[in-house]
């Protein structure tokens, strides 16, 4: 099993910026992020292929960018103009991709928390 262990959650204003990482311990596939906002189910916010194609959900296309380091296996998430609402637990995962874009997580880390004051 790949462990995963995220970093740079925090608090920052509404219309900042920050960049949440996720490294694995070992090769990565498909990799993804999923936030949980209190009282709310866990959502997809983007993911990218082993290829590097990429998808997000519509409320944050735009403004977050998904890449990856496959030398580092590493994933990134760059969240920028963050809204309150974009307050969640961030989830790190890897899984696999479709070529439909269809994304499926298999393993998580542990979460991030991302807090956006307006």
């Known amino acids: 099993q790949v462990q995963l262990v995220e970093s740079g959650g925090g608090s920052v204003q509404a219309g900042g910026s920050l960049r949440l990482s996720c490294a694995a311990s070992g090769r990565i596939t498909g990799m993804g992020w999923y936030r949980q906002a209190p009282g709310k189910s866990r959502e997809l916010v983007a993911a990218?292929?082993?290829?590097?194609?990429?998808n997000y959900a519509d409320s944050v296309k735009g403004r977050f960018t998904i890449s990856r380091d496959n030398g580092k296996n590493t994933v990134y998430l760059q969240m920028n103009s963050l809204k309150p609402e974009d307050t969640a637990i961030y989830y790190c995962n890897i899984g696999v991709m479709l070529t439909s874009g269809t994304y499926y997580p298999i393993d998580w880390g542990q979460g991030t928390q991302v807090t956006v004051s307006s």
């Open positions: 990218i292929s082993s290829g590097g194609s990429a």
